[in-house]
């Protein structure tokens, strides 16, 4: 296979070499990809809870079991105000 990486990634590439970390091209390149399968694979199973958060939250939804957006809005406004003045108190009483 003949990858053409460009300027910059064969720069990288050629960097990460001189480093002695890596033996060769390859290895780099096969590092590359099992980390950026990792993330595609993490990806995906979020995706996955999504779907399922969503499915579980739709039936919550048919059977009349909502909530109040406006009065959940707030309840997070609240506690997003309680943690602000707490990290004030925090920093504050750390000087």
């Not at 300027?7 to 060769?24: C, N, P, R």
Request: zero cysteines.
């Amino acid at each position: 296979m003949n990858v053409n990486l460009g300027q910059t990634l064969d720069q990288f590439v050629a960097d990460m070499l001189k480093t002695g970390l890596y033996q060769s091209q390859s290895e780099i390149l096969r590092e590359g990809l099992r980390l950026l399968k990792n993330r595609e694979d993490l990806k995906r199973l979020a995706m996955e809870e999504v779907r399922k958060e969503i499915a579980v939250g739709s039936r919550q939804a048919d059977r009349g079991e909502l909530v109040d957006g406006p009065a959940v809005f707030a309840a997070i406004r609240r506690k997003s105000a309680q943690r602000k003045r707490m990290q004030q108190r925090t920093t504050v009483g750390a000087r």
